[in-house]
């Protein structure tokens, strides 16, 4: 057994989970080499963290953890095998609708862009400009003038009503409204990084260790301590680099990101400076 996992198992449980956040039946776990409730990926992670943390060299706990899970991977292969079929089995089914749906759309699409439009241009009406100058009395002399003056009147009359008319449809096309930004709350690790995090409302708590990006709902209020602090984190589009590696505490709350002490992490935490 290594030197480095014998000083682990010297130094102990309780100790370890506070130094490391780690849950303390995972440590218990790591100690006694019983892989059986965790994964492959879990247990490299808390490895990573202790290694870092105690600067230890612990490569023959994991050659014996991977050997294990390597005996045990052809049946979970098995059990997940079926699942993966069934899944693409309705894969191609929501494909093969999505498809109709989109040409439906398109159809739908030229057949309103084709139709011509109902609406008509507002006409003058010329009937009743005849039947106004019929009515009008007629005056021998300057008769030709005065005929031009009342067609002039009649068709600025006309002029002025359709102008009324085009500015009162305009009025009635409210301006659209622009599109909301949506929020967004994303974590990026450099490295592989174990991260507990608490929905600080609900006093739901949870931890994953991961290398790829990790997206939390932006509308909650979230308690976050990470395993190290190299990460970088984007609110809203806008990206905030950390570069320490010792462990790292925040604060989420209306899209604004603190970093907070131990001390200001367990009074957000009801007195419990663990995520767990």
Do not use: C
Not at 10 to 39: C, P, W, Y
Not at 76 to 86: D, G, N, P, Q, S
Not at 197 to 208: L, P, S
Request: hydrophobic content about 40%.
């Amino acid at each position: 057994m290594s030197s480095g996992f014998d000083k682990l198992k010297s130094i102990g449980t309780q100790k370890i989970h506070e130094a490391t956040h780690i849950a303390r039946a995972h440590v218990k776990s790591i100690l006694e080499e019983n892989f059986e409730d965790m994964s492959s990926v879990q247990f490299n992670g808390f490895i990573s963290i202790l290694e870092r943390e105690y600067s230890v060299d612990l490569s023959d706990l994991k050659k014996r953890a991977k050997e294990y899970f390597q005996s045990n991977a052809s049946s979970v292969k098995k059990e997940k095998a079926a699942h993966v079929f069934l899944a693409h089995k309705k894969k191609k089914k929501l494909t093969a609708i999505y498809m109709i749906l989109g040409v439906a759309l398109v159809v739908l699409f030229f057949i309103f862009t084709a139709t011509p439009s109902q609406e008509e241009a507002p006409r003058v009406d010329n009937i009743a400009i005849e039947s106004a100058k019929s009515t009008l009395p007629i005056v021998e002399i300057e008769q030709n003038e005065t005929v031009a003056d009342v067609n002039t009147t009649l068709e600025a009359n006309a002029t002025s009503t359709q102008a009324v008319e085009a500015e009162a449809v305009a009025s009635q096309v409210a301006p659209e409204a622009p599109a909301a930004q949506p929020l967004s709350f994303k974590i990026l690790p450099k490295t592989r990084v174990w991260l507990g995090y608490i929905d600080v409302a609900e006093q739901k708590k949870y931890q994953k260790t991961f290398s790829d990006e990790l997206s939390l709902d932006p509308t909650k209020e979230w308690l976050l301590a990470f395993g190290h602090g190299n990460i970088m984190v984007d609110i809203n589009g806008v990206t905030t680099k950390f570069t320490t590696p010792r462990n790292i505490r925040f604060l989420y709350k209306n899209a604004e990101l603190k970093e907070i002490s131990i001390e200001e992490f367990k009074s957000l935490n009801n007195g419990n400076g663990n995520v767990w």
